[in-house]
């Protein structure tokens, strides 16, 4: 499967739709993922490009990457130089143009039932934070006849989730039968941090129990904000997990612990 180094976004076989798909590598997290069902076809992707690393702010001062050249033994000094590189802002695509890129990854997603975090999309489109995407997103939809989408629904992203934590189809369906009864539920908290919960519960309850941690990096939530969904949860868990799934003692087991 060819590609480019220099880009984030290409083509390449996904054993889940049985077709040649987009496919996104994400730094952060090291997966290499399907755009188009969500699978995870590659864990830990290690890069093996260059260890610059350069940290800059949101706004849109200089930020130089100071490199050297390599050391020559035969000179005296080793030929120690330290340069500072030039601006790459008239080489970069536009702000403007990228805040229409991110749109086209954003919008039809959401509109396809396959919605993308605003981490995913980011972390495609280098040089644009979340904010601005957000911010973006929400200025276009103004102007442009689109539905209104609403907040993204936990069901849409069950999938995705637990692909990354390689559950299996009974785990995974039992995750989407409670997902589908937390709307009845009276809990006031974010639709993907209460998956995350759901998530956490289910795999407790299992054979296979997943690591918080995992979980947390699966579902991009902090590990205490997933405990905080659950304990909210927890009076509720009896109702939302299938009968079928787990026991009532062993339910009320992982809500006392």
């Known amino acids: 499967m060819a590609r480019n180094r220099e880009v984030d976004d290409y083509r390449g076989y996904c054993k889940d739709c049985k077709a040649n798909s987009s496919i ?74 990228t805040g229409r890129i991110d749109l086209r990854q954003g919008s039809p997603p959401r509109e396809n039932k396959l919605p993308r975090t605003l981490n995913e999309i980011s972390s495609a489109v280098h040089g644009v934070t979340k904010k601005e995407i957000n911010k973006a997103v929400q200025s276009i939809k103004r102007h442009v006849e689109l539905e209104d989408m609403g907040t993204t629904n936990p069901s849409e992203l069950v999938r995705r989730f637990c692909s990354n934590l390689g559950m299996k189809n009974h785990a995974v369906k039992a995750v989407h039968e409670a997902v589908e009864k937390i709307q009845d539920v009276d809990v006031r908290r974010n639709p993907k941090s209460m998956l995350a919960a759901i998530i956490y519960t289910i795999t407790q309850l299992s054979d296979e129990k997943k690591p918080l941690r995992d979980i947390s990096v699966a579902a991009d939530v902090a590990e205490g904000t997933i405990k905080k969904s659950f304990k909210d949860m927890s009076p509720h868990v009896s109702r939302l997990v299938p009968k079928w799934y787990a026991r009532e003692e062993d339910i009320r087991k992982i809500c006392i612990s």
């Open 24 to 97: 996104v590598l994400d730094h952060c997290t090291g997966d290499t993922i399907c755009s188009d069902c969500g699978l995870v076809l590659e864990s830990y992707y290690i890069d093996e490009v260059m260890e610059w690393r350069s940290f800059n702010d949101d706004n849109n001062d200089k930020d130089p990457n100071r490199v050297g050249y390599n050391l020559n033994p035969l000179l005296s000094q080793g030929n120690l130089t330290t340069l500072i590189s030039n601006n790459k802002g008239d080489h970069a695509i536009p702000k403007r143009q």
